[in-house]
């Protein structure tokens, strides 16, 4: 593992660092997931989990970038952490308060809530057992929150909530949420509350321990598959599994051939179902016979009953035809994923974060590569590949900047074109955040920017751009 540089002790304390405008009293706030303020805007939620809380290390903090016609800036964005008014907690050492994030409006006000873990938090003597915590969002923007329930019998060290998905996994029309963790993965089921939290919650006890976990509809139905890889013994590729909600209770289905341990859910064909992208970022090897040199990504396309397992599924890497660069041991090529429509064309599109690619000598520095839906499904024609030596994006591309340490794509300008979000975990030490405009032609360069940790006041950081709110 890279060893950061020491730095000297954050200040860090609580609450918004900047002021909002308040929502106009005679507007309706605009229900979209990831507008905390309801102005209509998606904002970016980035979590600095391991950044000092006065004089509690690694206590962890989410940084809020508000969305605008202009994108998001440096300027106007909030800091919280687990000191923050009304959040519940305290900021204390190795908390990793932001180690996973996901927004959704789940308490049906209009305003989007953020989800997040806190993997390192303990609780009586029990160290590292983890939790959940939901900020609520507001006319002014996130403010206050409630803890998660805490399922029972979570063991030391199990980093519950390292893994949190939103949906509608039920189809009742309320949004739930799901977290992962070494003894326990768990369900809460929507409505949310303010003062009493979700509806009712469970463990998923099949499952057993789970540390990844993401969600979208694959049956087109309307209520969310609930997507869960491990690795086991025997497939360090990585099982998939996933729930459907059918006959009114949850099933639970294998994906029997499938591998990866990060994906995504986009309707890359246009056809009405979403299909699931995986990324098998790992390179094989004697315990990994599958795989692909440098990492690759599998398109398992959904439909009336979720993804047939029977399907060969498209398989792309950086060796296939089109797709920039060629794949080396340990570029990570596909160890990130979000999907979304970049050009308005009404297809989902990809975008895949190889963080540890080396660019012309220089070690992790780290790529995104962008890939296309289409009629025909996600196609490598036209791919592109972005990274800090590209013409147009901030700074250049140095050892251990790790360029695609997150990845997410969102529209954050309202012009119905989602915007490329960029985790770069390593900038300079602390980590940043980049921003690259979608297009009707795609990604452009024009207004791209680069926002390091010092820029919103994170002082001693490691890892700022580790994850971004899906």
């Not at 598959?225 to 086991?232: D, G, I, K, S, T």
């Not at 032609?441 to 971004?468: D, E, R």
Request: hydrophobic share 35%.
């Amino acid at each position: 593992m890279r060893k950061r540089p020491l730095l000297l002790a954050a200040t860090l304390t609580t609450g918004l660092l900047t002021a909002l405008p308040a929502t106009s009293a005679s507007a309706a706030p605009s229900g979209l997931a990831g507008d905390f303020n309801g102005d209509g805007y998606r904002d970016v939620a980035v979590s600095a989990m391991c950044t000092d809380v006065g004089t509690a290390s690694c206590a962890g903090a989410v940084v809020v970038l508000y969305g605008s016609s202009s994108g998001v800036s440096a300027t106007r964005k909030a800091v919280i952490t687990q000191n923050s008014a009304g959040v519940p907690g305290t900021a204390e050492a190795n908390d990793l308060f932001g180690s996973s994030l996901a927004a959704a409006d789940l308490d049906r006000d209009g305003y989007s809530d953020l989800v997040v873990g806190s993997s390192g938090e303990s609780i009586g003597d029990r160290d590292g057992v983890g939790s959940g915590t939901v900020l609520w969002g507001s006319g002014t923007g996130l403010s206050g929150g409630k803890g998660l329930p805490q399922p029972s019998g979570l063991s030391e060290w199990g980093g519950f909530s390292r893994g949190v998905a939103t949906g509608d996994f039920d189809g009742d029309g309320d949004l739930d949420v799901t977290l992962t963790g070494q003894s326990d993965t768990h369900l809460y089921l929507g409505p949310f509350t303010r003062t009493g939290g979700p509806l009712s919650h469970h463990g998923v006890g099949e499952l057993g321990s789970t540390y990844d976990v993401f969600a979208g509809d694959l049956s087109g139905d309307g209520a969310a598959e609930r997507v869960y890889p491990f690795a086991v013994d025997g497939d360090s590729g990585g099982q998939i599994f996933y729930y459907t909600w059918a006959g009114g209770d949850h099933q639970l289905t294998e994906l029997p051939n499938a591998d990866g341990m990060s994906g995504s859910v986009g309707d890359f064909n246009g056809d009405g179902y979403g299909d699931l992208v995986l990324g098998d970022s790992s390179d094989p090897g004697r315990d990994k016979p599958g795989g692909h040199k440098g990492g690759q990504i599998t398109v398992w396309y959904g439909g009336p009953n979720g993804p047939d397992p029977a399907q060969t599924p498209t398989v792309i890497h950086q060796d296939s035809a089109n797709v920039p660069g060629s794949g080396e041991a340990g570029d990570g090529f596909g160890m990130f994923l979000s999907t979304g429509d970049i050009n308005g064309d009404k297809f989902a599109d990809v975008a895949v974060a190889a963080p540890g690619e080396d660019l012309d000598g220089v070690v992790e520095a780290g790529s995104v590569t962008v890939l296309f839906g289409s009629a025909s499904g996600l196609r490598t024609s036209g791919a592109k590949s972005y990274s800090q030596n590209t013409a147009g994006v901030p700074g250049t591309a140095e050892a251990w900047d790790r360029f695609g340490s997150a990845v997410a794509l969102t529209d954050v300008t309202k012009d119905g074109k989602a915007d490329l979000i960029v985790g770069v975990d390593g900038e300079n030490g602390p980590g940043g955040v980049w921003t690259l405009r979608g297009a009707s032609t795609g990604l452009t360069t024009t207004g791209a920017q680069g926002i390091t940790a010092a820029a919103v006041s994170l002082k001693a950081t490691n890892y700022f751009g580790s994850v971004i709110a899906q």
